[in-house]
């Protein structure tokens, strides 16, 4: 590809000019199956050896004195020489990490200097993709992230090149990995020379978990390896089908390699097919069509082979380190290790029936009516999900849209049924809608049909809450005025939001989770995502007012008037108050102290997840460092 091109002169030119030099192999382009070998019956004292660990960068900000992770510029950053080398342990896939968007600006201002970057021909390729909010483009490229406020948004694609182009919050290099042993070379050379680690798969990330100033990213996304079995014989009871894919499988790859089989088969997925399912999804818990069905993706977790902050590679599962297992599962992205493998539970695919509904000002120009067909509606979420149902729905100013139903192994005739109490209802109310029904052969089929994909590029603050069965039987004008106020927030007409609600209830099969997961998740019925765009190159002002807006004004509607006290820790604001009981509840001391025992030095890092009280990001959102 030309942009492979570009970055490859761009990172070599970087390299002469800091004499960080990567090695002959600084280049490789060309993506290898990763090779995952194991290591049997690790001694838990070597599991946990810190003996060689860098200690903290000290420094005082604002009178208050910190332990700094190393940065570029201080004298403990690594030498030219350990940079090399680590370049020559990983066989030459260390790269200077330079922004996608750099191509369209005639420079790139770096850490180590200035480059020239402008290419006419890469640039209007990537406008094109990053235009069209192309989510795969921005999944191949090694460090970039699909939502960009948590970037900085300081190198956009532009139609000026004189445009500045910075690094933001990106990181200064990235590992290229495509063996087991290159994870483990960068979080042990993170380890031992104090450095902020990212781990990178696909970037799909709302809350700048996959970005971080300064640092070293390691990129898993070429451990693309699937294999399935008719019977599962590794530890634990359960003895059905189930898959062990790589770190870097994507939802719509797996769905697809499911569907080619014979009998189809499916497993639990997100709704979005570039979300990856071994890195933040299943560590957040894991949510999506088939979760009222089959539970969250945690629920059907088997096995991990995982990287640990010590850089060795363990299992983790029913019998071999039960403590890291539970922790692993749903209890925080980028927390306890390095995901290499999972191996999940799969289930025959299933005929299925989906469902459209759109009201909108193609229907109305009144905007209370669009307000009271989504009330009716969501009056009806607990009868969709204690029917079985998935429903993906979606607020924004004049517009709401169901997109779609997701029945499961129903027929059109039962979901006809299912969902005719509404429609009778908004008949009743005179309510102007459209609304489509379709039977599918497989679920998949369903899948490729009704669900649209994410557009990436976008800049915005995410926030979010769940709503439980008896915040919908009791409350339900309470959320409405809610969701009202997110959509136009109270004291702020220069701004508004938009949500993107999901109807499940993961107890609704599995009423019992052994998972780290929220235990409020088993009474679920509705996880509305919040969104409120932000201006493109925001100044700090101005980010502190949106998220005071988000925190203070839109979420809190939804907190007051809920009584489940749950969100999602992978979409919902991590500055929330209180977000340690939000995110995990009654689990959150356990996964605290697992915290301190598999990673008590914070070589991992990632907002608002168990043990980080006392991190933060000092100097403007930048350097990362722990109170002391």
């Not at 500045?164 to 994870?183: F, N, Q, R």
């Not at 069965?469 to 106020?485: L, Q």
Request: glycine share 10%.
């Amino acid at each position: 590809m030309m942009w492979q091109t570009s970055l490859r002169a761009t990172a070599t030119v970087l390299a002469l000019l800091t004499s960080q030099v990567l090695g002959q192999k600084d280049v490789q382009t060309e993506t290898q199956t990763a090779q995952i070998v194991s290591t049997k019956g690790v001694i838990l004292d070597t599991i946990l050896d810190w003996i060689d660990a860098a200690r903290l960068d000290q420094t005082t900000y604002n009178g208050q004195k910190y332990g700094c992770k190393c940065y570029p510029g201080r004298p403990c950053w690594p030498s030219a020489n350990k940079w090399n080398n680590l370049n020559r342990t990983v066989d030459g896939t260390l790269r200077v990490n330079v922004p996608a968007g750099a191509v369209c600006h005639n420079t790139f201002d770096g850490p180590f200097g200035t480059i020239q970057t402008y290419d006419e021909t890469a640039c209007a390729d990537a406008k094109e993709n990053f235009v069209s909010y192309n989510e795969q483009w921005t999944v191949e490229k090694p460090a970039d992230g699909l939502w960009t406020y948590f970037t900085n948004d300081t190198c956009r694609p532009t139609s000026n090149p004189s445009d500045p182009c910075t690094l933001g919050s990106y990181g200064v290099y990235v590992i290229m990995a495509t063996k087991a042993s290159h994870i483990q070379a960068g979080v042990n050379f993170a380890r031992q020379n104090n450095l902020r680690l990212i781990v990178r798969n696909t970037g799909h990330d709302f809350v700048g978990r996959s970005v971080g100033y300064g640092s070293l990213i390691i990129n898993t996304h070429s451990f693309q390896s699937i294999k399935w079995t008719d019977k599962y014989t590794g530890p634990g009871s359960y003895r059905g089908p189930a898959v062990t894919m790589g770190a870097g499988v994507q939802g719509g790859t797996i769905l697809k390699s499911g569907h080619a089989l014979n009998p189809p088969m499916a497993l639990v997925t997100g709704e979005c097919a570039t979300v990856g399912l071994s890195g933040g999804f299943i560590q957040g818990g894991g949510h999506g069509p088939w979760t009222t069905l089959k539970g969250l993706a945690v629920d059907n977790v088997l096995n991990f082979e995982v990287i640990t902050a010590s850089g060795l590679i363990v299992n983790a599962n029913e019998w071999q380190n039960h403590d890291l297992f539970f922790a692993l599962r749903g209890g925080g992205p980028a927390s306890y290790g390095v995901i290499l493998s999972t191996t999940v539970k799969t289930f025959p695919d299933l005929p299925a029936t989906g469902a459209t509904l759109y009201l909108n000002t193609t229907h109305t120009s009144d905007n209370e009516v669009i307000w009271a067909g989504t009330k009716i509606f969501h009056k009806y979420a607990n009868h969709f999900v204690d029917n079985g149902l998935y429903v993906y729905f979606e607020i924004f100013p004049y517009q709401f849209r169901v997109r779609p139903f997701v029945a499961i192994g129903k027929t059109q005739t039962e979901l006809q049924a299912i969902v005719k109490p509404m429609l009778d209802e908004f008949a009743a109310a005179g309510i102007p809608h459209e609304f489509g029904i379709k039977e599918f052969p497989t679920f998949y089929d369903l899948y490729i049909d009704l669900f649209e994909a994410e557009q990436a590029g976008q800049t915005a603050l995410t926030g979010g809450w769940m709503f439980n069965h008896d915040d919908v039987a009791n409350r339900n004008d309470e959320i409405i005025t809610a969701m009202k106020n997110v959509v136009s927030p109270a004291g702020r007409p220069d701004l508004f939001g938009g949500m993107v609600g999901h109807l499940f209830n993961p107890g609704h099969n599995v009423p019992v989770s052994t998972s780290a997961a929220h235990p409020a998740w088993r009474n679920a019925t509705d996880f509305v995502i919040v969104v409120l765009p932000s201006p493109e190159h925001p100044s700090l002002a101005v980010k502190n007012d949106l998220q005071n807006v988000l925190t203070n004004n839109m979420d809190e509607g939804f907190r007051n008037v809920s009584r489940s006290g749950a969100t999602y820790v992978n979409e919902a604001d991590p500055f929330q108050p209180n977000w340690q009981s939000h995110f995990w509840g009654s689990n959150y001391p356990r996964l605290k102290q697992l915290r301190k025992k598999w990673d008590p030095l914070g070589v991992f890092y990632a907002v608002s997840t168990p043990g980080t009280e006392d991190w933060e990001e000092i100097e403007f959102n930048t350097r990362l460092c722990k109170k002391l």
